[in-house]
Nanobody, 123 residues
Framework: QVQLVASGGGLVQAGGSLRLSCAAS????????MAWFRQVLRKEREFVTA????????WYADSVKGRFTISRDNAKNTVYLQMNSLKPEDTAVYYC????????????????WGQGTRVTVSS
């Protein structure tokens, strides 16, 4: 079992920044690739970014490339999502997730989900 706790959401003006955190716990957390997803009301949850626990590989949705950065602190079992140059269209509930397979994550089929944290970007 892997438990994920996301935090860091809030209200920010367009052009601003936020950093989300996802604290992971569990016996085999180091075996999992970690990812962030987001969901807008009445729309499907979408993949945002992912990182292996070694940090040697990352993936980003085209919509956030160059603005968002995923990173991890293995000592704290925590993954971060630094969001810069935020736009109103980034407004969503953000979820962290874990799975051994990047393919599962890209297909929005992770084994473990954390609870969401809401990000609101005002124009």
């Amino acid at each position: 079992q892997v438990q994920l706790v996301a935090s860091g959401g809030g209200l920010v003006q367009a052009g601003g920044s936020l950093r989300l955190s996802c604290a992971a716990s569990g016996r085999t957390v180091s075996e999992y690739t970690m990812a962030w997803f987001r969901q807008v009301l009445r729309k499907e949850r979408e993949f945002v970014t992912a990182i292996t626990w070694s940090g040697d590989s990352t993936w980003y949705a085209d919509s956030v490339k160059g603005r968002f950065t995923i990173s991890r602190d293995n000592a704290k079992n925590t993954v971060y999502l630094q969001m810069n140059s935020l736009k109103p269209e980034d407004t969503a509930v953000y979820y962290c997730a874990a799975d051994p397979s990047i393919n599962n994550l890209r297909n929005v089929l992770p084994t473990y989900w954390g609870q969401g944290t809401r990000v609101t970007v005002s124009s």
